[in-house]
C-alpha cells in the first residue's frame, strides 16, 4: 500500500527578509562603500559603484494599532518606494533611492506626528520586551514604559545631543530578554513567592519547579493532605523563576515589585571587548501608567553623562574614565551597601552549567 502522504512542516521561523528590501538596498547587499548620517533619524548608504540609499527612521511604541500601522504603510506608499522595516528598537524605516524623496518622506513623518531620529549620537528608542499584552510571567508593563519613558525623551531621540549613542532597556521580569544596555530599566523582585496551595497540585509539574530554583530554595512538602511545595526563604533570591512552570506561585506584587536600574552594559563590537552592567539605583517603585520615579532616574543619568562625558565617550567609557565613587557624586544618588556584590553562593549554588539538576 502506498505510503499516506505527509504533511509539509509548517515554517513558522521569521520569513526571507530580502524580499522586503528595497531593490537598490537588496542588489548592493554586502557591497558598501561607506555611509553617512546626513541629519537626525536619516542614513545614508553609498554602495561601491554608487548606487545610493537613504534610510529615514521613526520611533513607534512597538504594540501597534491597525489605524497607525495603516497610516505609516500609507505614507511608505505615497512618499517612499513601497519598503518598510521595523527595527529590534521598534523603529520603522523606510528607504528611498533618490535624496529628492527623502526630505518630503521626513517632513510627512513629521506632520503625521512620528518622531524621526534616533541614529548617531542619539537616545535610541527604548528597547521593548514583551509586557502585560504578550508574555506569561512579567511584574511590569514594556510597551507603556517604552512610551512613556520615550515622551520625555522626545528631544534626545530626535536630535544629537549626547556625546555617543545611548541604548536604553527594559525587562519586565527579572529573568528572561531584555536588560542590557547602556541604561536597563529591569524588574526587582523583594519578596519570596507566596504559593497557592490549593492549586499547586493541579498546575505544577513540581520536580521541574523544584529544578528551576538556582539556589535550591524549593522542597516538595504536603499541605493539608494535598501535594505541594514549600521554599526556604532564607535562601530564596527572589529571582521569580520559579513563576513561569508554577503561577501558583505568586510573585508578583504592587508593592514589593520594584525596578532597579542598571548601567553601563554593552556588547562587544569592533573596537571593545563586552562590558557588564552594574547596579546604581534599586527599589524604585514600578508605578504604572507613567513610571515618574524611575523616569527621573534615567533622565539624571542622561544630564549627567551629556555633561560630563567626553565627545565619544559611552556610558561605561565616561564612568571608567571619572570613576564609581564619582558617579554616584555626580549623579547625587545615594551609595549603599547594597551596591557592593557580595554574595558568595554563586560558587556553590547557581546553577552555571548546562546540566539540569534535581
Ligand atoms: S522580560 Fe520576562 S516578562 Fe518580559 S517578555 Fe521577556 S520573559 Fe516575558
Ligand atoms: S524566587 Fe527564585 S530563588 Fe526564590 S524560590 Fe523561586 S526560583 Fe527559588
Known amino acids: 500500500m502506498a505510503k499516506p ?12 527578509g530580502f524580499q522586503y528590501m528595497h531593490p537598490t538596498m537588496r542588489r548592493n547587499f554586502g557591497m558598501w562603500a561607506y555611509h553617512e548620517d546626513p541629519q537626525p533619524g536619516v542614513l545614508l548608504h553609498v554602495a561601491k559603484n554608487g548606487d545610493k540609499v537613504w534610510t529615514v527612521k521613526a520611533g513607534t511604541q512597538r504594540i ?53 531620529g534616533g541614529t548617531r549620537n542619539s537616545v ?31 528631544d534626545e531621540f530626535t536630535n544629537w545631543n549626547m556625546p555617543n549613542r545611548v541604548h536604553i532597556t527594559t525587562s519586565c521580569c527579572q529573568i528572561n530578554c531584555g536588560g542590557q544596555g547602556d541604561i ?43 501535594p505541594s511545595l514549600e521554599v526556604d526563604e532564607k535562601k530564596c533570591i527572589c529571582c521569580g523563576a ?13 508593592e514589593f515589585t520594584q525596578l532597579a536600574i542598571w548601567i553601563g552594559g554593552n556588547h562587544s563590537n569592533a573596537r571593545g571587548k563586552p562590558t557588564f552592567q ?36 559611552r556610558i561605561n567609557e565616561w564612568v571608567e574614565r571619572i570613576g564609581w565613587p564619582r558617579f554616584f557624586e555626580v549623579t547625587g544618588m545615594p551609595f549603599t551597601k547594597y551596591h557592593i556584590d557580595n554574595w558568595r553562593g554563586a560558587r556553590a549554588n547557581l546553577n552555571s552549567s548546562t546540566h539540569i539538576r534535581f
Open 5 to 16: 502522504k505527509m504533511r509539509e512542516p509548517i515554517e513558522s521561523g521569521c520569513p526571507d
Open 64 to 116: 501597534l494599532d491597525v489605524f497607525t500601522l495603516r497610516k505609516l504603510c500609507d505614507i511608505g506608499d505615497e512618499f517612499a518606494d513601497g519598503f518598510i522595516r521595523f527595527t529590534i528598537r521598534s523603529n520603522i524605516e523606510y528607504s528611498v533611492d533618490s535624496e529628492a524623496k527623502m526630505q518630503p518622506l521626513v517632513d510627512a513623518l513629521k506632520d503625521a506626528g512620528f518622531a524621526v
Open 124 to 154: 535610541a528608542s527604548i528597547s521593548h520586551t514583551q509586557g502585560w499584552l504578550h508574555c506569561d510571567i512579567p511584574g511590569t508593563d514594556a510597551s507603556g514604559v517604552v512610551k512613556s519613558m520615550m515622551d520625555e525623551l522626545y
Open 184 to 226: 536597563a530599566i529591569n524588574v526587582q523582585h523583594t519578596k519570596a513567592p507566596k504559593i497557592d496551595h490549593s492549586l499547586v497540585g493541579n498546575v505544577c509539574e513540581r520536580p521541574s519547579v523544584v529544578a528551576r530554583c538556582p539556589v535550591a530554595a524549593i522542597r516538595p512538602a504536603m499541605v493539608d493532605g494535598k
Open 242 to 254: 520559579c513563576y513561569p512552570p508554577c503561577p501558583p506561585m505568586q510573585i508578583n506584587d504592587a
Open 278 to 313: 552594574r547596579l546604581v539605583a534599586a527599589g524604585i517603585p514600578n508605578n504604572p501608567p507613567r513610571w515618574p520615579e524611575a523616569t527621573a532616574v534615567v533622565k539624571k543619568i542622561l544630564e549627567c553623562y551629556k555633561e560630563g562625558a567626553r565627545d565619544w565617550e
